[in-house]
């Protein structure tokens, strides 16, 4: 649940630092990309082949192509390269199935994890979902190796900046009528183990 000023109700169990935190990543509400020649387009391309890749069930080639995407997007912006694992089954978890995972130990590589199938009767998941997904654990990323905030937030400005990214891969009106793009300020279904009303993809912060 939101407050009148549109933060999540976790917002006021933090402490002095991480409000702040909080609030500077609500503040940005979209993720600019130079404006570089075939950029856009490596985008859109890459997105389409991964989408073929995922139908066809092929793992290795979803891989390179969501690390394409990835690869772009952090090149564009100049800042530190993720290195994307594409796993077979969610993981079970309490609340649900586990969709994506973003890491980030001292002395290794950042790492995005996303799954293929889901847990309860191993399908393929839907494209749009699991590039959705993909962005989702690469914006938890920027949040921390771009715009340096020290902790990546659910917030509606993290939303917003998934989305941003989204409608750069996927146009809306390429889109299926029936999966519609969700609203900017809050994802269409749960995209990761996060719900909008969880603090941290990475960790939970210290209160």
Same mark, same amino acid.
């Given at each position: 649940?939101?407050?009148?000023?549109?933060?999540?109700?976790?917002?006021?169990?933090?402490?002095?630092?991480?409000?702040?935190?909080?609030?500077?990543?609500?503040?940005?509400?979209?993720?600019?990309?130079?404006?570089?020649?075939?950029?856009?387009?490596?985008?859109?391309?890459?997105?389409?082949?991964?989408?073929?890749?995922?139908?066809?069930?092929?793992?290795?080639?979803?891989?390179?192509?969501?690390?394409?995407?990835?690869?772009?997007?952090?090149?564009?912006?100049?800042?530190?390269?993720?290195?994307?694992?594409?796993?077979?089954?969610? !993981?079970?978890? $309490?609340?649900? &199935?586990?969709?994506?995972?973003? *890491?980030?130990? @001292?002395?290794?590589?950042?790492? /995005?994890?996303?799954?293929?199938?889901?847990?309860?009767?191993?399908?393929v998941v839907k494209p749009r979902t699991f590039?959705?997904?993909?962005?989702?654990?690469?914006?938890?990323?920027?949040?921390?190796?771009?715009?340096?905030?020290?902790?990546?937030?659910?917030?509606?400005?993290?939303?917003?900046?998934?989305?941003?990214?989204?409608?750069?891969?996927?146009?809306?009106?390429?889109?299926?009528?029936?999966?519609?793009?969700? !609203?900017?300020? $809050?994802?269409? &279904?749960?995209?990761?183990?996060? *719900?909008?009303? @969880?603090?941290?993809?990475?960790? /939970?912060?210290?209160?």
């Open positions: 649940m939101a407050d009148a000023a549109g933060r999540f109700s976790y917002y006021n169990r933090l402490s002095a630092k991480n409000k702040a935190i909080y609030r500077r990543g609500d503040a940005i509400t979209s993720i600019a990309l130079p404006d570089v020649a075939g950029l856009p387009a490596g985008l859109r391309v890459a997105a389409a082949a991964a989408a073929r890749a995922l139908t066809a069930d092929k793992p290795s080639l979803v891989r390179a192509q969501a690390q394409k995407i990835c690869d772009l997007v952090t090149g564009g912006l100049e800042t530190e390269r993720v290195v994307v694992k594409v796993l077979r089954v969610r !993981p079970r978890r $309490r609340y649900g &199935e586990l969709h994506g995972l973003y *890491t980030r130990d @001292d002395g290794k590589e950042p790492t /995005l994890r996303v799954w293929m199938r889901t847990a309860q009767r191993a399908d590039l959705r997904t993909l962005l989702h654990e690469l914006c938890h990323h920027l949040d921390y190796a771009h715009y340096r905030l020290g902790e990546s937030f659910h917030n509606p400005g993290f939303f917003k900046r998934e989305s941003s990214l989204m409608r750069l891969l996927v146009p809306p009106a390429q889109e299926p009528a029936a999966d519609a793009p969700p !609203p900017d300020d $809050r994802p269409a &279904e749960p995209a990761s183990d996060a *719900t909008p009303a @969880d603090p941290v993809q990475l960790r /939970l912060p210290e209160l």
